[in-house]
């Protein structure tokens, strides 16, 4: 029948058949899992067949078919399939062709990194943050239980023997971190292993088919998580892709005959002079056949040295027609050799970069047929690293804040302060001078914070030093770094104190109802927040404070407490926070519509709120708080609405005990009532 059997399990096995569909060549391709027969194209010319086959069946498809030829692009752990599918064409006599992967490249998307030894690997997993998960036994796990920053993320996964038990306890892994458990291991279950115990990185070693390696690696790969294998890196045999297709006749068939494919490299150029460039990223560049990348790192004296051709752009929507034309070009002239092109960043391609943009603009267009080929992602050293090492201070423990297209000081203001404030050290990658001022305007209001900057890093005219409010600074780039000598400790749920509060004679939410009522509110990233009745404004300084993505309207009609309002959002630096005046519900046309909704004082006017809120159809969280009988009266009947549903009603009686003389007296406070529900969204009632 002259037509091609190809064994996909690799990006290398689908790259391949896609190129057989373009060509118009008719294929089969042989897939162990219903998981690789997804991943291939539906096109007429391919015929999946999904399965487990052993020897024999291969040679009794092979004798029926007599394809041309036979080639195994399973990935290279799976080795007892490649021997299988070797053997079942030397006994059918059909030709057997093997496609590597390329050095650098990982089957199938998994992120693997391999280690000679568990001493090595130990070292290099400590900086990985999250959960490990051992599946190497129990008689090197001292090597790992060792470190103690490593012990108590360590998730072991050990037979349930009493040996192994013994050897956890010896080594001090808590019974919460063992997983006694008899193999084998299905994909499905290492799958299972890892959401169970959210598993940020899994530890083998190179065990082969009976150790169940295979299904390690494909777990790991579809939870999209780091593989660290214990053992040497399989050296394969076999032909790279343009060899396989030469072998396979396509270079001058159909009239896309002998299209190139493209590898694009995203590099991290560091922070600017190229002598900060990784040698790797050095070698791509020289071998690169175009570099893209904005003007300023294309101007680089070192770039300009290259023979590559060269074009200002960075985002996918301007590279690709270049390389699609380039192609092309390569097909007319009768090549075959892959374009190479490399897109370039400042700094880590991983650290508050354009490459992640970049890089998902080319996946889909890769899925949506406009490019065939690789693409890989080289990291740089990021700015921040550079000035960590100019300073001499570790980047451990540090937060990064990019403050790039964040406008003025108060479109970032409040984020700052709730991470500088808790933070030992936080670095800022920023626009300009301007931004370096602000942050020293506000590093001026703590003595105990010191802000320091470094511009033009890397180049001849770099300059780090300290800054202040007072210090000239040129125009340019800059990195900043603001340390923090006396860092508070960040609570766990933020909540301030009565005495906190400016007050007056203004009702108050006391603290310990403020409390549970924003338990009760289920606050969420991204709210929007009223507080209704605001009085004082301590629930809305509360919902505000803890977090500065929430937008928080505080809706009061009496001038006195309008006043004790603003008084707490100054005092509190909350700029998520938005004082409405006047009497809801008239009040609350033009506002956003809420996600969440806190009615603490309604003057009389609680129905007339609650219809303007249950009209808005959307779903909603609202707990509301009623001092009087007759508000208790009205909220016992919100059961019986069809728009609401969860309603729930909780008496609360405060009880403190205070000082008079020698003794203290138990004094109680009024009881209130929290009451508690959802409005339903618009496709529920």
């Known amino acids: 029948m002259n037509q091609i059997i190809l064994f996909a399990g690799t990006t290398e096995g689908r790259l391949l ?9 008719r294929h089969i391709v042989c897939v162990a899992t219903s998981y690789g027969g997804e991943v291939l194209r539906d096109d007429p010319c391919v015929t999946v067949r999904q399965g487990r086959m052993d020897e024999e069946k291969m040679r009794e498809m092979f004798t029926e078919l007599r394809p041309s030829f036979v080639v195994d692009a399973t990935h290279p752990f799976a080795r007892e399939a490649t021997k299988t599918i070797k053997k079942a064409c030397g006994s059918a006599g059909v030709p057997y062709l093997r496609l590597k992967r390329e050095c650098g490249e990982t089957p199938d998307g998994a992120q693997i990194f391999f280690f000679p030894s568990h001493e090595a690997c130990a070292k290099a997993i400590a900086d990985i943050p999250g959960r490990i998960l051992l599946t190497t036994g129990s008689r090197d796990l001292g090597v790992y239980a060792a470190k103690e920053a490593l012990k108590s993320r360590l998730y072991v996964r050990v037979l349930p023997s009493a040996e192994s038990m ?21 994909r499905e279950m290492n799958r299972a292993v890892l959401d169970a115990w959210g598993i940020g990185c899994l530890v083998t070693k190179q065990s082969g088919a009976a150790g169940g390696f295979e299904e390690k690696i494909d777990a790991a790969r579809d939870k999209g998580i780091p593989v660290c294998v214990i053992g040497r890196e399989i050296e394969e045999e076999g032909d790279t892709f343009c060899e396989i297709c030469t072998k396979l006749g396509l270079k001058n068939e159909g009239k896309n005959a002998g299209e190139p494919e493209i590898e694009i490299y995203l590099v991290g150029m560091g922070p600017g002079s190229h002598q900060m460039l990784s040698v790797q990223g050095e070698q791509i560049l020289q071998k690169a056949d175009w570099i893209f990348g904005a003007p300023r790192l294309l101007d680089d004296g070192f770039c300009q040295t290259l023979r590559a051709k060269k074009e200002p752009y960075y985002r996918a929507g301007d590279i690709l027609p270049i390389l699609q034309k380039a192609v092309r070009g390569a097909a007319e002239e009768g090549s075959e050799r892959p374009i190479r092109a490399a897109v370039l960043f400042s700094g880590d391609s991983g650290c508050f970069s354009g490459c992640r943009q ?8 890769r899925e949506e047929g406009q490019w065939s080929g690789r693409l890989y992602v080289l990291p740089g050293i990021s700015a921040v690293s ?7 201070t570790p980047q451990d423990g540090a937060a990064v804040i990019s403050l790039h297209g964040r406008g003025g000081e108060a479109q970032w203001r409040q984020e700052v302060l709730c991470h500088v404030s808790s933070a030992e050290k936080t670095f800022f990658l920023t626009s300009g001078a301007a931004q370096v001022h602000a942050l020293a305007r506000l590093a001026k209001t703590e003595p105990q914070w010191e802000l320091y900057a470094g511009r033009s890093l890397s180049y001849p005219d770099e300059w780090v ?3 202040t409010e007072e210090t000239e600074l040129e125009d340019g780039l800059y990195t900043c770094l603001l340390l923090n000598r006396a860092p508070r400790a960040a609570k766990i749920l933020p909540y301030h ?26 606050l969420t990233e991204n709210a929007v927040c009223y507080d209704v009745g605001s009085g004082t404004g301590s629930v809305a300084a509360e919902m505000a404070s803890l977090s500065p993505s929430c937008r928080v309207y505080a809706i009061e009609k009496k001038p006195e407490a309008l006043e004790l309002i603003k008084k707490n959002k100054e005092r509190f630096g909350l700029d998520n926070l938005a004082v409405v005046e006047g009497e809801a519900p008239e009040n609350l046309a033009g506002l956003p519509a809420p996600s969440h909704v806190f009615i603490g004082g309604s003057g009389g006017r609680l129905e007339d709120i609650l219809a303007c809120l249950l009209e808005m159809k959307k779903p909603m969280r609202i707990v509301i708080a009623a001092v009087t009988l007759e508000t208790l009266q009205r909220l016992a009947d ?3 609405r069809e728009d609401v549903k969860d309603v729930e009603l909780v008496q609360l009686a405060v009880t403190q005990a205070e000082q008079a003389g020698d003794v203290r007296l138990l004094k109680a406070r009024n009881p209130v009532w929290l009451c508690s529900f959802w409005r339903k969204g618009e496709q529920e009632t």
């Open 17 to 25: 058949s896609e190129k057989l569909c373009r060509k118009g060549r």
């Open 166 to 186: 013994e050897e956890c306890r010896r080594n001090g892994i808590a019974g919460a971190q063992i997983l006694a458990m008899q193999g084998p291991f299905t």
């Open 358 to 365: 970049c890089r998902e603009e080319l996946l889909r267009a």
């Open 386 to 392: 550079c000035l960590a090492a100019r300073l001499g």
């Open 465 to 467: 030093g300290k800054v």
């Open 497 to 522: 104190r009565d005495d906190e509060f400016c007050r007056g004679t203004s009702p108050m939410t006391k603290e310990e109802i403020r409390i549970l009522a924003l338990a009760k509110l289920q």
């Open 638 to 640: 919100l059961g019986r």
